[in-house]
């Protein structure tokens, strides 16, 4: 390698480690607990020789069932909500930071590619 493209190099070098040295360190991730949906399934269909007491008795376990399901998803996008929303600049701000990688990294390839042959 030559004298300046070696300097060249050490420079970019101690730049970037001075960059990476002002970065600010991120928040510990905080561990949340999903919680799971408490309803009770019910069990078999009685079958269809069964009294009418079973049969009504087994559809409306099946309403209360599923009603308890559609409230706990209720209750879950609306904890999420604010959250989707809080998080979304920062994804965005994470994938233009991607973007400037995969450009930079093909830009300075070529660029590395086009100096060796020099």
């Known amino acids: 390698m030559k004298p300046v493209r070696m300097i060249a190099l050490a420079a970019v ?57 559609k409230k706990f998803v209720k209750e879950q996008q609306a904890i999420a909500k604010p959250l989707i929303d809080e998080a979304k600049p920062h994804l965005e701000a994470a994938n233009k930071a991607v973007e400037e990688h995969n450009k930079a990294a093909a830009e300075l390839t070529a660029e590395a590619a086009d100096a060796m042959k020099r």
């Open 13 to 69: 070098a101690s730049l970037a480690g001075v960059a990476y040295a002002q970065q600010t360190v991120p928040a510990a991730p905080t561990i949340t607990v999903v919680p799971t949906p408490s309803c009770t399934r019910p069990g078999p269909h009685p079958g269809g020789d069964a009294r009418d007491t079973l049969l009504k008795n087994w559809a409306k376990s099946v309403d209360n069932y599923l009603d308890c399901l």
